[in-house]
């Protein structure tokens, strides 16, 4: 069975600090991923998607990127941390149509 | 642009009140409609999905329902446990992204 691995569960870090959120997918190949960043009582803000290795699609402009460098593998990133980067994280794999989540990373900017 | 709107924000509902939640969506060729149940701090968990206008899927005490421009999450004697909050998604027939709506947020009273 399909397993999606999302690590660290919760992070404290300083504005100007670097991140890097990674996820992995276990079970199947090929699979589109997904990052979305969730604000308190808020719906799911998509992020980035990719449909294949280094194949990244953007849907909103700001302080991070992504990279698929492995098949089963996502990566979400920032070089310099801002402080409305706060928020639950969340990475996500599909092979047909629904989504499959894993458990989120509640990142804190201080 | 594909987009998603939810209703009611909040729900507030006695044990064994049965109503309905609302998704209403506008996408350039529907793929599929999720539902999802979120539990504080957690990742979304996979309910339902809908690919055409008429469409019906039941578990337990949930129904979901499609037409061509919404879905019905119908709950029958909700029971406290069935507080969470319950997320809406489309897919486009590009089959990549996956759009999220703001959720509805269910308070079930015993």
């Known amino acids: ?110 | 642009e594909d987009q998603v709107t939810q209703s009611p924000e909040a729900l507030r509902l006695q044990e064994g009140e049965s109503s309905s939640l609302n998704c209403s969506y506008t996408v350039s060729g529907l793929r599929g409609l999720f539902w999802y149940r979120q539990d504080p701090g957690k990742g979304p968990e996979f309910l339902f999905t809908l690919y055409s206008a008429g469409e019906e899927k039941e578990k337990e005490r949930l129904k979901a329902t499609l037409t061509k421009k919404e879905s019905f999450l119908h709950i029958t004697a909700p029971k406290p446990e069935d507080s969470a909050t319950y997320l809406c998604a489309v897919q486009d027939s590009s089959a990549s992204k996956i759009i999220f709506g703001s959720g509805t947020r269910l308070s079930i009273r015993p």
């Open chain 1, 1 to 110: 069975s399909q397993t999606i691995h999302q690590w660290p569960a919760t992070l404290v870090q300083p504005v100007g600090s670097p991140l890097s959120l990674e996820c992995t997918v276990e079970g199947t190949s090929n699979p589109n991923l997904y990052w979305y960043r969730q604000a308190a009582g808020r719906g799911l803000q998509l992020l980035f998607y990719s449909v294949g290795i280094g194949q990244i699609s953007s849907e909103v402009p700001q302080n991070l990127s992504a990279s698929r460098p492995q098949d089963r593998q996502f990566i979400l990133s920032s070089k310099k941390l801002l402080l409305s980067d706060s928020g639950f994280y969340l990475c996500a794999w599909s092979v047909r149509t629904e989504a499959f989540f894993g458990q989120g990373t509640r990142l804190t900017v201080v």
